[in-house]
């Protein structure tokens, strides 16, 4: 940005596991906690989320998940909730994947008259090796942690 009144800065916090639950179900847990400078105003967050990630073939995920936290700014509080579904595919063995996904982020009406957004996402990742399965073994978190992350739908 200019350097001027339009700058924003978030610094998120967390810890995140995976469990499996099955040979081809990942159940994820994730909590944060961080803190938005938006245009000179504190926003302090926090959310707890959970997911889960069926595999209907190694190149082939399909999952979703819920989360819900809390926004306070000054003296203000307000509930938040998540949710997400999507699904990622991996022709053969081509080093790209295709993504599409929905996902829908609520304040409550406390909070600067409430925020509701929806977001649809198309995409496309490149990996490194193996199949897609592969990948979320060596690095299985796909969690939106940020506050922009969670309005914009951004993985």
Do not use: C, K
């Amino acid at each position: 940005m200019d350097g001027g009144s339009g700058d924003v800065e978030e610094i998120v916090y967390g810890a995140e596991g995976t469990f499996d639950l099955g040979a081809n179900t990942v159940a994820s847990l994730s909590a944060t906690t961080g803190n938005v400078d938006f245009l000179g105003t504190d926003i302090d967050n926090w959310n707890v989320d959970g997911s889960l990630a069926f595999y209907a073939s190694p190149n082939l995920r399909i999952g979703g998940g819920v989360g819900f936290g809390n926004l306070s700014v000054a003296s203000v509080d307000a509930d938040t909730i998540s949710y997400n579904i999507g699904a990622e595919w991996q022709p053969f063995s081509h080093p790209i994947s295709f993504t599409v996904g929905y996902s829908h982020f609520d304040v409550d009406d406390v909070f600067l008259g409430g925020i509701d957004a929806d977001t649809l996402s198309v995409g496309a990742r490149w990996n490194f090796g193996g199949s897609l399965r592969d990948r979320d073994n060596a690095t299985p978190f796909d969690v939106q942690t940020g506050l922009y992350q969670r309005i914009y739908g951004l993985r």
